[in-house]
């Protein structure tokens, strides 16, 4: 079955760096759309970061641009987040995203917290 299994989090400092994976199975990652949210308390969950199946187009929130990287890695169906700059602000539970044409429903991660304080 899909599993995507997130992994990276932790607490940091403000201005501090962190980088999250997602390691998936269960389907075909090429051709995938793969993305990360977050959700943070009492807040609706965002996107984060999004890009295409080949990699060739990325979107991000405005928040994080500049400050934050999404990339795949097909050959060992993992995505990734690197985020530097941190602030408190980015606080929140992250969660991978993966979303392919057939599916029924986006198919979504267990998240890993990110706690970004001082």
């Known amino acids: 079955q899909v599993q995507l299994v997130e992994s990276g989090g932790g607490v940091v400092q403000p201005g501090g760096s962190l980088r999250l994976s997602c390691a998936a199975s269960?389907?075909?990652?090429?051709?995938?759309?793969m993305s990360w949210y977050r959700q943070a308390p009492g807040k609706e969950r965002e996107l984060v970061a999004r890009?295409?199946?080949?990699?060739?187009?990325?979107t991000y929130a405005d928040s994080v641009k500049g400050r934050f990287t999404i990339s795949r890695e097909n050959a060992k169906s993992t995505l990734y987040l690197q985020m530097n700059s941190l602030k408190p602000d980015d606080t929140g539970v992250y969660y991978c995203?993966?979303?392919?044409?057939?599916?029924?429903?986006?198919?979504w991660g267990q998240g890993t917290q990110v706690t970004v304080s001082s």
């Open positions: 269960g389907f075909t990652f090429t051709g995938t759309i």
């Open positions: 890009i295409s199946s080949a990699g060739r187009s990325i």
């Open positions: 995203n993966a979303a392919r044409f057939g599916w029924d429903s986006e198919k």
